[in-house]
């Protein structure tokens, strides 16, 4: 275990994982150019369209000539590959490994659009879409764990809030009402979390799944007892897109990242101030040090109790702004299980990123990347299942899970209630 | 005291713990002492349910409206009407019953009885799904994924059951229930596995488990096993053969998976009760280091746990095939993953206490099918009662509080996992 920290410190890695490392990026190579460059014409070309949906082009689209490019990709993930193997990246490891799958993935996409053309930047978008109400429920999920309460209610929480929101948003007429409403029912449901794991010591997985249990049956028996007949109840604002001066006339990107509703925007604002609330202050500290050790923690003077409360309220609060999404941000009302289980998707990009903010970002950027391409697979005539792409992420979460890519580190005192001495 | 002694100490205990025969009071007794928790949750339940459909109902506030009385009278009224058709839709109406019987027509006297029937029919895959879970739980691995387990055993089973044809019924049924108990198995022997040999957490290794398994059923069903001459996502139909055989004519549609939904619990009772393997299984889930310093091999018997509860969870699917719909069809939520939680930790990790929850938990879920139509509450009731009945029981802090009941050790409630970020 020691010598495991001291790797990580010094950004060493295990000569084994080195080698497989090395060995994933040579099979990226040979399979970019066994299943994909071997599959187009010689003279084919791809277009990738590069104008986010719904505005106006800032850059040309993107032909290359398709097999060429492959063949070249190919080559550098197996030089990359060659490189790993034989003297090794070190602490570069994982960046590597995001270039190589990052160049999978552009093979994939060249093969599949060869002779076609295919949206890039309209996929982009709407994996960044995808991606909010996952990368929220991920930053829910850190806060509280990094407390260490294990919050799995994510999933509950967000459908209740989606509720409030509607409601609230349709009564008043005003979206900002509405999310606020969603806000205070996840922050309440949050503290409900809280007081039975921590004042009674439940088993938080069984709590999480009873607020789950919980949320499901009391929204559907709102929704058919009072929003389906009273359809103006369930009639909520939709935030508008807008577009952040400035910064949305960068071109492509700036269309592509500041071009969107509030809720976009918080997610970018959460992310930053998350990393540096959890990371660069005293207030940080002092949650992450109870999630780790809380006896140590309560040694030291801090009230591990309270700091836990704190964090799995905020937990609840940031979890409503995700439920908000879904009908404030989205479709303006609220449908019986909309949220279909896109809490327990962000408890896995939880996972992925490492209960660290800015990697919840990505590995929800990743799932809905691949959410999105999955619908386009019929466009595209790619002739396998798209639901193997669905999969995908799952599959993908059970293998860092597995330490096969690295080794995740959960808050050490995740789940276990903390009982005061004396 | 050294870590070893401790352990050593802790093991004796344990052992000690797990074999010895209660000796406090009579049977009675001590089945009264267990009960009473989970009855006081129940009753708890059903009134705070009966609170949430008064605060619901417009009338209540109509009347309010004109006098306290017949805002009182209203709400007596509304849960009365409430509760009255869940009775009657999940056990039968004593009247229905009374004038069938006497009139002597064998339609009317089935129909007559039907609401308790099906009653029993939707208490078989709780009976599968509350067991897979207290076995999980007896064994220290909490199977939260019994969802995508009822969906691969499902699958498993109707392709079994239409893509062999021409066997006799007696070979054809077992078949078709162990390729489905099979499928099950298989989504449970992965996260334990996984479990086992790379310490990543069961519980999101089984959530995960669960969407691919849905897609796995999307695809299935939209390409390979789907039904040729249709548009709908939706398996052949099973062979006749495989069918569990039901007991009474139209519409009655009791099957004979309740029987072997009961036979699954003697085998669970007689498994974790009566034979090694199980002394062992509890061994590693009431206290792994124990375990381990006693000899038995721990991740062994916790893969063996999610096997064996993934079986269990793949025979609720697989009943849910043969005994009722006869095919398969696209299905994102079937629900029982999540209530058999409720049921295992209502019938106290024991296979009675289970099929006596099941049963409950069943009834109440035919009845609210009633209740619905006679009285205008969403069937949805269930679920928050479900919700906060598991509350009282994993806190039984709570019931002791309302109730004044003396505290006894277990002050700290149900508590069956930790953190889950691998070892």
Redesign the interface.
């Known amino acids: 275990m020691a010598t495991t920290a001291l790797r990580r410190e010094m950004g060493e890695v295990s000569p084994t994982r080195r080698r497989v490392m090395g060995l994933l990026f040579l099979v990226a190579g040979f399979g970019i150019w066994f299943l994909f460059s071997r599959g187009v014409g010689a003279a084919d070309l791809t277009t990738f369209g590069m104008t986010p949906g719904g505005t106006d082009a800032t850059i040309g689209d993107l032909i290359f000539p398709a097999r060429s490019t492959l063949n070249i990709t190919a080559f550098l993930c197996v030089a990359l590959g060659g490189y790993q193997l034989a003297r090794g990246f070190g602490k570069y490891t994982n960046l590597i490994l995001g270039v190589v799958a990052l160049g999978f993935l552009f093979g994939f996409l060249a093969w599949a659009a060869a002779g076609k053309s295919v949206n890039v930047a309209g996929l982009l978008s709407s994996s960044l879409v995808k991606a909010v109400p996952l990368t929220l429920g991920a930053l829910s999920g850190i806060l509280a764990e990094r407390s260490g309460i294990v919050n799995i209610a994510i999933e509950g929480q967000m459908l209740a809030a989606a509720m409030m929101g509607s409601i609230i948003g349709s009564v008043t007429g005003n979206g900002w009402l509405g999310l606020l409403a969603a806000i205070c029912t996840g922050g309440l449901l949050g503290w409900l979390l809280g007081w039975l794991s921590i004042r009674y010591r439940t088993d938080q997985i069984v709590v999480g799944t009873v607020i789950n249990i919980f949320a499901t049956g009391l929204t559907s028996y709102i929704s058919s007892k009072f929003l389906q007949p009273y359809q103006h109840l369930n009639n909520a604002p939709i935030f508008p897109r807008v577009p952040l001066p400035l910064l949305s006339d960068i071109p492509f990107f700036g269309t592509l990242l500041f071009n969107h509703n509030v809720f976009v925007y918080a997610m970018y604002i959460l992310l930053v101030v998350l990393t540096i609330a959890l990371f660069s202050t005293k207030w940080g500290l002092r949650q992450r040090s109870v999630g780790e050790h809380p006896r140590a923690a309560d040694t030291l003077g801090i009230n591990v109790y309270r700091t836990q409360y704190m964090g799995v309220i905020l937990s609840g609060m940031v979890a409503g702004v995700a439920g908000g999404y879904f009908t404030l941000g989205s479709v303006g009302r609220f449908d019986e299980v909309m949220t279909a289980g896109r809490g327990f998707i962000a408890l896995a990009a939880m996972i992925f990123g490492n209960w660290m903010p800015f990697g919840t970002f990505g590995a929800g950027l990743i799932f809905g990347f691949a959410d999105s391409l999955a619908a386009k697979f019929s466009i595209l005539g790619v002739n396998i299942p798209s639901e193997f792409m669905l999969m995908a992420p799952y599959i993908a979460t059970m293998v860092v899970l597995a330490g096969v890519v690295g080794k995740v580190q959960a808050p050490a005192a995740e789940g276990e209630p903390y009982v005061k001495e004396g | 005291m050294t870590e070893e002694k401790k352990t050593k100490k802790a093991a004796e205990i344990l052992v000690e713990e797990l074999t010895k025969t209660p000796t406090n009071g009579t049977w009675l007794q001590r089945v009264g002492q267990s009960m009473l928790i989970p009855v006081l949750a129940v009753i708890s339940g059903l009134f705070l349910g009966a609170v949430f459909i008064i605060l ?1 109902s417009e009338d209540v506030y109509a009347a309010f409206g004109r006098s306290i009385g017949q805002g009182l009278g209203a709400s007596f009224q509304i849960v009365w009407e409430s509760y009255s058709a869940l009775f009657t839709g999940s056990l039968g109406d004593p009247a229905k019953i009374s004038a069938a019987l006497q009139s002597g027509d064998g339609e009317a006297i089935r129909r007559a009885f039907n609401p308790f029937f099906e009653s029993l029919v939707a208490s078989t895959p709780y009976i599968f799904g509350g067991l897979a879970l207290a076995l999980g739980f007896r064994a220290g691995v ?1 199977n ?1 994924g019994a969802e995508g387990q009822v969906f691969v055993g499902a699958i498993f089973a109707a392709y079994a059951g239409y893509a062999i044809q021409g066997l006799p019924a007696i070979i054809h049924i077992p078949l078709a229930l162990a390729a489905g108990a099979l499928g099950g198995a298989i989504w449970g022997f992965i996260p334990g596995w ?1 479990k086992a ?5 069961e ?3 089984t ?6 398994a849905f ?2 059923s ?2 299935l069903l ?2 390979p096993m789907k039904r040729p001459d249709s548009f709908n996502p939706i398996s052949p139909t099973i062979a006749e053969s495989a069918m569990l055989p039901r007991f009474f004519g139209y519409p009655i549609r009791f099957h004979l998976g309740f029987f072997i939904a009961l036979l699954a619990a003697w085998f669970v009772y007689w498994f974790l009760f009566k034979t090694t393997w199980g002394f062992n299984l509890r061994t590693v889930g009431a206290n792994p280091s124990a375990a381990k310093y006693a000899g038995i091999n721990v991740t062994r018997y916790m893969v063996l746990g999610m096997t064996l509860s993934g079986a269990l969870a793949g025979l609720a699917g697989t009943n849910e095939v043969l005994g009722l719909n006869h095919n398969l069809a696209l299905a ?2 079937s629900g029982y993953g ?2 058999s ?2 049921l295992a ?1 209502l019938g106290n990790n024991h296979p009675i206490g289970v099929v006596l929850a099941a049963l409950l938990f069943g009834t109440m879920r035919n009845g609210a099918t009633r209740m619905q139509v006679a009285a ?3 069937i ?5 009662l ?3 009945i ?2 009282f029981i ?2 039984p ?2 019931i002791r509080t309302i109730f004044r009941l003396k505290e006894r050790e277990d002050v ?11 070892n």
């Not at chain 2, 040999?197 to 957490?201: C, F, L």
């Not at chain 2, 949805?380 to 928050?384: F, G, H, P, T, V």
């Not at chain 2, 700290?412 to 889950?420: I, L």
């Open positions: 619901t909490f939260i996984l040999k790379t310490g990543g957490h519980v999101i290794n959530i995960m488990m669960n969407y691919v897609r796995l999307e695809w939209a390409g994102f939520y999540f209530d939680i409720a930790l205008g509450i969403p949805d009731i269930i679920s928050i479900q919700a906060v598991l509350i994993a806190a802090a709570i700290g409630g149900v508590r069956m996992v930790s953190g889950w970020g691998g």
